[in-house]
């Protein structure tokens, strides 16, 4: 069962355009949601990260924006630059409660900005 | 760079053998975690591991296994290898249940 559902699969957008990945979820309980950026041969990279008690997240060119009752959230790559093509992926966790907390991911995006 | 570094870079195996993979953490992070990550896909939980014992386990086989040392530095084990095993093994360091933050991983290869 994918917890977790990210879309588009591939995206190609022009350099200084909006690029825009989506996330759906199924658990309610899961309570933090981070978005990952990864290159050819690294690891994945925290990018922006929110919790469900706001509706929009701004840091730099990068904003998250959640919709609790849909149970969906979005990243939104303001000014795209060629240099941010790199394959994007969307995750959810549970509550912790003093337990451990482990990660859910979408299956990636592979954002291509051409110059 | 996020300081946690995993060794080797690339690893070729054959079916049936077994493998270690090995991890080291960020410093003041008590807490690591294991992913798998096969080719297109997005990382799959395999287990994590805080002070030294297995604290939470995804839906991997029992000949998935680790162990973490007293500095926090911890090693995946996976006996019996398959074809299917073929992947990108991420670890993740954290405090608890903080933010986790990745390795650049071990791309295992089993022929």
């Known amino acids: 069962q994918q917890q977790v559902k990210q879309s588009p699969q591939s995206l190609i957008v022009q350099k200084g355009g909006i690029s825009i990945i989506n996330c759906a979820y199924e658990?309610?309980?899961?309570?933090?949601f981070p978005w990952y950026q990864q290159f050819p041969g690294k690891g994945p990279a925290l990018l922006i990260a929110?919790?469900?008690?706001?509706s929009e997240k701004k840091e730099g060119r990068f904003t998250i924006s959640f919709n609790k009752s849909a149970k969906q959230f979005s990243l939104h790559i303001m000014d795209s630059q060629p240099g941010d093509s790199a394959t994007y992926f969307c995750?959810?966790?549970?509550?912790?409660?003093?337990?451990?907390?482990?990660?859910?991911f979408g299956k990636g995006t592979m954002l291509l900005v051409s110059p | 760079e996020t300081g946690v570094t995993q060794s080797p870079t690339h690893l070729i195996k054959t079916r049936g053998q077994q493998v270690t993979l090995r991890c080291s953490s960020q410093?003041?992070?008590?807490?690591v975690s294991w992913y798998q990550q096969a080719l297109g896909q997005g990382p799959q939980f395999i287990f994590q591991y805080y002070r030294e014992e297995e604290n939470g386990r995804g839906n991997f086989p029992p000949r998935f296994s680790g162990l973490q040392f007293p500095n926090y530095s911890s090693e995946l084990n996976v006996n019996a290898l398959e074809l299917d095993d073929s992947a990108l093994y991420l670890c993740?360091?954290?405090?608890?249940?903080?933010?986790?933050?990745f390795g650049p991983g071990t791309r295992l290869t089993v022929l």
């Open positions: 929110i919790r469900p008690d706001v």
């Open positions: 995750a959810a966790s549970l509550p912790s409660g003093g337990r451990y907390s482990t990660l859910t």
């Open positions: 410093s003041g992070h008590n807490t």
């Open positions: 993740a360091s954290s405090r608890r249940s903080d933010t986790q933050y």
């Open positions: 658990n309610t309980a899961f309570d933090y």
